[in-house]
């Protein structure tokens, strides 16, 4: 028999995030973020479930919309970060893909290209405050008409927020206004919304909304937006108990003995470590559910174990299941606990624990 330590990605659960976004903005195409294994999800499962929802896939890069190319899909890609080299986007415009331009080579590159030869748009990005990928917003004019005018026509702006998910409003609404300075004036399609805008900032619900981590069931604030509530967590990680001990005060768990035991103690060992994708950073005290029943994590996470206090727990068994994140316990909740993010805990599960799409 297989360890008990298991993934389970509930699709249905992507799918009802994904009309979430749709609801939130109804007048928005939707480029539906599965980058990065769909944030550790399956990219190739999640969009076999979402291609019919979506208007456009967003990936990272070339590599990872050619191995999901296979597949067939209605929707086309965009790819995120654009292309590294010449021969890349060549071959990027053979297929017909979308592309981000956010440098001067990347343009350069498009130069050589003949638009006649591809389904291909182009989408410019526009740096408005994040100071990480774009051109500065006073350039669009010149940006486009060195583009040329066929290549203009099929143009879309896009910027992306840095802080949309944050209490203080002020850094977004000056990324709005300048977004709107730069592309006003100029008829193209724009795209700025992320999971957190297309959630709370609705003045941002341009032509094209870029959801991402809200498909997942999780929510990037760290307090209360409304449309948040209804979000369903799409991943499952759980394991079970498979040795139990008791302890005298004093008497310690795990490697260095980190945790040590107040009062009797009654620990209970879980198949799943940093080598499952458990983060080996993990705090004593981070919740994990035992049988449903909240515990909380002692000693150190081990490569394919951790232990958790069960001492005030009525019954705990050998086989007891245990949850690690899910929809009983937020993936946000466990990693705030240990100053991470959720985004962490999903793109860094390696390929060791099983993994059950559900349909």
Not at 102 to 131: C, F, V, Y
Not at 135 to 145: E, H, K, N, R, Y
């Amino acid at each position: 028999m297989s360890r008990p330590t298991l993934v389970q990605v509930d699709l249905a659960a992507v799918e009802h995030n994904l009309q979430i976004a749709r609801t939130c903005a109804p007048a928005s195409q939707v480029v539906a973020c599965i980058k990065a294994d769909a944030y550790g999800h399956g990219a190739p499962e999640v969009a076999q479930r979402l291609d019919p929802h979506t208007d456009l896939f967003g990936v990272a890069s070339l590599d990872e919309a050619l191995a999901l190319d296979a597949l067939q899909l209605k929707s086309n890609f965009l790819l995120m970060e654009g292309c590294f080299c010449e021969q890349e986007q060549r071959e990027a415009l053979a297929r017909g893909f979308d592309l981000v331009l956010h440098n001067r080579q990347q343009l350069a590159w498009i130069g050589s290209a003949d638009p006649a030869q591809t389904t291909s748009r182009l989408w410019l990005k526009l740096e408005t405050g994040m100071h990480r990928l774009g051109f500065p917003p006073a350039q669009v004019s010149g940006l486009l008409d060195q583009l040329g005018d066929s290549w203009k026509e099929r143009a879309v702006l896009m910027s992306h927020f840095a802080s949309a998910e944050e209490t203080d409003p002020q850094p977004t609404l000056d990324q709005l206004a300048r977004f709107d300075s730069a592309a006003a004036g100029f008829d193209r399609p724009r795209s700025l919304a992320n999971s957190a805008a297309i959630l709370a900032w609705p003045q941002s619900h341009q032509q094209f909304v870029r959801p991402g981590f809200m498909l997942y069931g999780n929510s990037p604030f760290t307090g209360e937006a409304p449309a948040q509530r209804n979000l369903r967590p799409a991943m499952r990680f759980s394991s079970q108990v498979i040795a139990l001990h008791q302890l005298q005060p004093g008497e310690g768990v795990g490697y260095n003995l980190r945790w040590r035991a107040q009062r009797p103690s009654r620990i209970a060992v879980v198949a799943a470590g940093y080598g499952d994708g458990y983060p080996r950073t993990a705090r004593d005290g981070t919740p994990v559910l035992v049988k449903g029943q909240r515990a909380l994590l002692a000693g150190t996470v081990s490569m394919d174990m951790l232990a958790v206090d069960v001492t005030d727990l009525p019954v705990v068994e050998l086989g007891d299941e245990v949850e690690l994140w899910g929809p009983d316990l937020a993936a946000t909740e466990v990693a705030a606990f240990n100053e991470m993010s959720a985004y962490e805990l999903f793109t860094r599960l390696p390929v060791r624990p099983r993994c059950l799409h559900l349909t």
